[in-house]
T-cell receptor
Framework: GQQVMQIPQYQHVQEGEDFTTYCNSSTTLSNIQWYKQRPGGHPVFLIQLVKSGEVKKQKRLTFQFGEAKKNSSLHITATQTTDVGTYFCAGRGSSNTGKLIFGQGTTLQVKP | NAGVMQNPRHLVRRRGQEARLRCSPMKGHSHVYWYRQLPEEGLKFMVYLQKENIIDESGMPKERFSAEFPKEGPSILRIQQVVRGDSAAYFC?????????????FGPGTRLLVL
């Protein structure tokens, strides 16, 4: 079945350093969404990418969707302690019913 | 505009008991998705429902688990004869039309602990 792999599983950075998490799908995706989950919280929608090669920015966050629509990345510039949490990518296949296939997530810790 | 509501937020059950988890989607949303998150893991799709219909249950365990979304009232995820391995966070998400490009909005989750 369709799988979405995400690396790294954990990342510890010093405040001010950059952070990147990568997402790879075993099949071509129709779109990909990114979520952030704080400890004890629920996934909060960040962004959706639909087009091949698409790049979107939200302040210090940059999201990319690969040309083949099988991989994606989230890059955070100059991390802050408020960026702490687990970042999940979630993909939709071209033929599924709308369910999201989540990656395992990358947990970001930021040292002040 | 109230978000997705789930209750209870925390549920403790002993092995063999039943667990009922409720989800009220956002106003105007008629599509509900249930996901399970084990500790330190990502979310795993369980079931997708529309009012009175199960659209996709490919992620549901074959036994003990069932889901419904009646015409009136919340969606219910029911786990019969719970076992310790059922301990997890169960999240419900909703969307308006169920089409592939829609965002899914997640509720706060129900944390189930089986003793």
């Amino acid at each position: 079945g369709q799988q979405v792999m995400q690396i790294p599983q954990y990342q510890h950075v010093q405040e001010g350093e950059d952070f990147t998490t990568y997402c790879n799908s075993s099949t071509t995706l129709s779109n990909i969404q990114w979520y952030k989950q704080r400890p004890g919280g629920h996934p909060v929608f960040l962004i959706q990418l639909v087009k091949s090669g698409e790049v979107k920015k939200q302040k210090r966050l940059t999201f990319q969707f690969g040309e083949a629509k099988k991989n994606s990345s989230l890059h955070i510039t100059a991390t802050q302690t408020t960026d702490v949490g687990t970042y999940f990518c979630a993909g939709r296949g071209s033929s599924n019913t709308g369910k999201l296939i989540f990656g395992q997530g990358t947990t970001l810790q930021v040292k002040p | 505009n109230a978000g997705v509501m789930q209750n209870p937020r925390h549920l403790v059950r002993r092995r063999g008991q039943e667990a009922r988890l409720r989800c009220s989607p956002m106003k105007g949303h008629s599509h509900v998705y249930w996901y399970r998150q084990l500790p330190e893991e990502g979310l795993k799709f369980m079931v997708y429902l529309q009012k009175e219909n199960i659209i996709d249950e490919s992620g549901m365990p074959k036994e003990r688990f069932s889901a419904e979304f009646p015409k009136e009232g919340p969606s219910i995820l029911r786990i019969q004869q719970v076992v310790r391995g059922d301990s997890a966070a169960y999240f419900c998400a909703s969307s308006p039309l169920g089409v592939w490009e829609e965002t899914q909005y997640f509720g706060p989750g129900t944390r189930l602990l089986v003793l």
